[in-house]
């Protein structure tokens, strides 16, 4: 019994990885032209002369799909148990991508998002802890600390899959919510983010809670 829920768990994670990564990757595609009226840059006409806020959006753009991707290997038990050093590959392109690339592009583009303050405000605070978590995660498997590592791992990937989570509301709040494009985005901002993060802390509260009482018995 518990096999087969194991199982049904992991078909249901890996069905939803598989949903969010083509969906971004169908994102990714209509800006392969670097033309101005596709996408998410028919929002961004204001900004569309400012050269480091193209920069860095087609940097974010092109490259956060290495980290969602990772999520098809950096969770699973199986890799980890056969292919240790698969997993630390992909954990350091990750790691990489994150805190070198995808951060400092992460802030240019909070500094400048739709919204107003309220979803600036939102997306930096994503941004610095999107950084930390995945910092905090690195040093702590640097350290030997595997637990600390897997913790902030799930709560870095948490932030990592707001790219999905994000898009997914604002269809939600577009075709339920009548009121401006500009209020939509700023509630959308902070519901990206902040309820990925709660299902991690369960996730997290879950898995310590079942492993005191394996300790207990």
């Known amino acids: 019994m518990k096999t087969a829920v194991y ?26 032209t670097l033309k101005d009226d596709v996408g998410f840059l028919k929002q961004k006409r204001d900004y569309l002369h400012i050269k480091v806020w193209r920069a860095a959006f087609y940097i974010h ?7 969602l991707m990772s999520g098809f290997t950096q969770f699973s038990n199986y890799v980890l148990q056969y292919h240790k050093s698969f997993h630390k590959i992909i954990g350091r392109i990750y790691a990489f991508d994150i805190l070198f ?3 400092p592009a992460g802030m240019v583009m909070a500094y400048y998002a739709n919204g107003h303050l309220p979803s600036k405000i939102a997306f930096t605070i994503l ?8 910092l905090t995660a690195l040093l702590a498997i640097q350290n030997g600390d595997i637990n600390k590592h897997r913790n902030f791992m799930i709560r870095s990937y ?20 009548h009121i401006d494009p500009a ?33 207990a018995k």
């Not at 941004?127 to 995945?134: A, E, G, H, I, Y």
């Not at 948490?158 to 919510?177: E, G, N, P, Q, Y």
């Not at 902070?190 to 509260?205: D, K, Q, R, T, Y």
């Open 7 to 32: 199982t049904l768990k992991q078909f249901v994670i890996y069905f939803i990885l598989c949903i969010g990564t083509f969906l971004m990757l169908k994102m990714i595609s209509e800006h392969f």
């Open 61 to 67: 753009v092109f490259s956060s799909i290495f980290t």
């Open 101 to 103: 690339i995808n951060f």
């Open 127 to 134: 941004d610095v802890l999107w950084f930390t978590f995945t």
């Open 158 to 177: 948490a932030l990592t899959f707001s790219a999905i989570t994000l898009r997914t509301w604002k269809i939600v709040f577009t075709h339920t919510i």
């Open 183 to 215: 209020h939509i985005y700023m509630i959308d901002a902070w519901m990206g983010f902040v309820p990925n993060l709660l299902f991690a802390e369960f996730l997290i509260w879950n898995r310590s809670s079942k492993r005191l009482l394996l300790s």
